[in-house]
């Protein structure tokens, strides 16, 4: 059960963060309207709050966290901008992943 919490929570802040720095891309490179920043801006205080909610130390959670982002920054990139990721990209999110459940999840 506490993998799944873990894993879930990652994932949500991945996305809050992912929609924070979205949006501004939107609104720079896409001609986005400058409203898209109160949102961003509202997503990137959800991902800062999100990551407080981790039971473990801040560091741990920052470098584990790191392999849920890949992962789910890959889903973005496959559903939001209709690019199929490579066999190799899966191949770094299995390591990736692999590195976050070491460092989350390792005995101590």
Known sequence: ???LKTFSLFILTALAEILGCYLPYLWLKKDGS???LLPAAISL???AWLLSL???AAGRVYAAYGGVYIFVALGWLWLVDGIR???WDFVGVGVALAG???I???PR
């Open 34 to 36: 400058v409203w898209l």
């Open 85 to 87: 990721p490579s066999t």
């Open 45 to 47: 205080a959800v991902f």
């Open 54 to 56: 981790h039971p473990t």
């Open 104 to 106: 989350m999840f390792a």
């Open 1 to 3: 059960m506490l993998v």
């Open 100 to 102: 976050m459940a070491i």
